[in-house]
């Protein structure tokens, strides 16, 4: 799980096109460019922060709570009267307009009260998710945007995107070689058929999710293959 936050300069560069070209959703850019662009990423954001969530949570606890429980652990714990209100960075007031890369415009007059951020260094954080999420964490924020294709359309939410998949991507290499055989440097830990045929060969590994391998119980394979 990626956050980001950018200050509002740094945006105007980046609709510009001044800044970070080809900023979108990760999975839409070949793997060299998103290692190009977290470089530039990194050096640019104000704020940045990647949480990973273990298979064994999301098993007990399914994949939308591992999403908040994700979203609640990459939020800033304490801010500096430097850094932004919000971890989007993308706007100085709540009553400044956003628009999106389609062009569609976000008002923010109904989402939040008007208020001066500046005397207010210490306020909530106002998130952009990329989704169709109904937001529950404990976190105290300020409020929340879910916008479909959010990846595609928010700089900020494509920039936690590529943050987000290469920092995963580098850790699945790293599992390729703790657990050689299932093809993890190259699936990168999604549903290929290849994958599934390693499962059906090898049984489950430490860091599979037992719900994504339930498929396996379906077909009837063998018992050996299970964790005991």
Known sequence: MGCVSFDLD??????????????????????PKRLELR???????QYSHVSFVSAKFIDKFNINQAIFYGIGRALPKERSPKQPSNPDGNISSPSQ???LRNGSPI?????????????NPNRKPFLFLDGNYK????NPIEGYLSIP??????????AASILAKTYRDEYMEQMDRKYPGYGFAKHKG?????HRDALRKLGISP???????????????EPSLFPT
Do not use: M, W
């Open 10 to 31: 740094t945006l105007k560069k980046i609709k510009s096109g001044e800044i970070l070209k080809g900023l979108r959703d990760s999975k839409k850019i070949p793997e």
């Open 39 to 45: 470089k530039e990423i990194l050096k640019y954001v």
């Open 97 to 99: 307009n956003l628009n």
């Open 107 to 119: 008002h923010f007059d109904s989402l939040a009260e008007k208020r001066d951020l500046q005397a």
């Open 135 to 138: 937001l529950k964490i404990k």
């Open 149 to 158: 294709k959010g990846d595609d359309l928010v700089p900020s939410i494509s």
């Open 190 to 194: 999604y549903g290929t058929e290849e």
């Open 207 to 221: 860091i599979h999710r037992l719900s994504f391998c339930d498929f396996l119980r379906r077909e009837g394979s």
